[in-house]
T-cell receptor, first 112, second 113 residues
Framework: EDQVTQSPEALRLQEGESSSLNCSYT??????LFWYRQDPGKGPEFLFT???AGEEKEKERLKATLTKKESFLHITAPKPEDSATYLC?????????????FGSGTKLNVKP | NAGVTQTPKFRVLKTGQSMTLLCAQD?????MYWYRQDPGMGLRLIHY???????AKGEVPDGYNVSRLKKQNFLLGLESAAPSQTSVYFC????????????FGPGTRLTVT
């Protein structure tokens, strides 16, 4: 069965302290792996799509990487404004637009 | 360009009452979705639509109905609300091409007492 597990559930960092969030997935055939950022009281905001193992994408202090079993969201020298919940989702090649598997997220808190 | 908007932002219902949540998008997206988000769980798909006049069931459709009379609007209805439907509801839209990157609205927080 397709599933997504994110760890840790919560992460506290000091400003400037780099770290990584993990998204482990099980899917018979990966169409795409998505990262979203969700601020409190708001909807998820799209960050990245990764398609195949070895692929990397960057945006400001965020860098997403993908292997055959997991994806990492690396945060370099985070700032307080990076505090949010980060969601991971996968889509199976067998299905189309109606099947996204979302993880429950990692809540990141960056203290000044 | 407002993206995806949802109304209302908050609502409290009593068990058995009905209501409609409205979603509107101005990106000319073909596909639209309704999700619910509960603590400790990932987003779960309730219903979706591939175009004007079409709707289909997602992962958790029971107790909900939807309509898409216009391309830009997607309505979610609760005919007889139950406490188990207390949740945050998100609407999303996407283009019809893979990988179907979704753009979300700000959400509606619904409490059923």
């Amino acid at each position: 069965e397709d599933q997504v597990t994110q760890s840790p559930e919560a992460l506290r960092l000091q400003e400037g302290e780099s770290s990584s969030l993990n998204c482990s997935y099980t899917v018979s055939g990966l169409r795409g792996l998505f990262w979203y950022r969700q601020d409190p009281g708001k909807g998820p905001e799209f960050l990245f799509t990764l398609y195949s193992a070895g692929e990397e994408k960057e945006k400001e202090r965020l860098k997403a990487t993908l292997t055959k079993k997991e994806s990492f969201l690396h945060i370099t020298a985070p700032k307080p404004e990076d505090s949010a919940t980060y969601l991971c989702a996968v889509q199976n090649l067998k299905y189309n637009f109606n099947k996204f598997y979302f993880g429950s997220g990692t809540k990141l808190n960056v203290k000044p | 360009n407002a993206g995806v908007t949802q109304t209302p932002k908050f609502r409290v219902l009593k068990t058995g009452q009905s209501m409609t949540l409205l979603c509107a998008q101005d990106m000319n997206h073909e596909y639209m979705y309704w999700y619910r988000q509960d603590p400790g769980m990932g987003l779960r798909l309730i219903h979706y639509s591939v175009g004007e006049g079409t709707t289909a069931k997602g992962e958790v459709p029971d107790g909900y109905n939807v309509s898409r009379l216009k391309k830009q609007n997607f309505l979610l209805g609760l005919e007889s609300a139950a406490p188990s439907q207390t949740s945050v509801y998100f609407c999303a839209s996407s283009y019809p091409d893979p990988p179907y990157e979704q753009y979300f609205g700000p959400g509606t927080r619904l409490t059923v007492t």
